[in-house]
């Protein structure tokens, strides 16, 4: 009966670590977003909930309204970063696709630059050709990390 016991105990006592870390991990991650400014958008088509980054990533959330007026059925919402100097960190594209009249078309937009303070958005026609610059470069395959890692050393050491 006694191992019960301390069976139970030890069970719960990795639960409450595990929930106890997965609060301290959410609210420390979420704590270290800091809001951005809109340096403008288009018509007021655009209502952002949410336009938050970090040091090295950020999120846009919010909706844009389809009107008679400015149809954006076919055309692209276009984001452009800028550094806290106002230098152009980049610019994402979303496709909007059909969207019905008087209809709102929500959208969440995830980066990853470094230093971003600041946004803007419009409404394109067209994504302009991106040359050398990826807005989210691709993961790392495991070779490549190991040539990281072993470059790293040997200039290290």
Do not use: C
Not at 59 to 71: A, K, L, Q, Y
Not at 96 to 105: A, E, F, M, S, W
Not at 122 to 143: A, C, H, Q
């Amino acid at each position: 009966m006694d191992r019960v016991k301390t069976l139970i105990k030890y069970v719960l006592w990795i639960a409450l670590f595990w929930i106890l870390s997965d609060f301290l991990i959410f609210v420390g991650l979420n704590s270290m977003y800091k809001p951005m400014n809109n340096q403008g958008s288009s018509d007021g088509q655009f209502d952002v909930y949410q336009a938050e980054s970090t040091l090295v990533n950020g999120r846009i959330t919010g909706v844009i309204h389809n009107s008679p007026e400015n149809d954006i059925s076919g055309k692209y919402a276009e984001v452009e970063l800028f550094s806290d100097q106002g230098v152009s960190l980049g610019k994402q594209y979303l496709d909007i696709g059909q969207v019905g009249p008087n209809d709102d078309y929500p959208f969440n937009i995830y980066f990853k630059k470094q230093h971003v303070t600041d946004y803007k958005l419009r409404i394109v026609d067209e994504k302009e050709p991106v040359g050398d610059f990826e807005l989210l470069p691709k993961n790392l395959s495991f070779g490549e990390q190991l040539m990281l890692l072993i470059l790293t050393y040997t200039l290290v050491f």
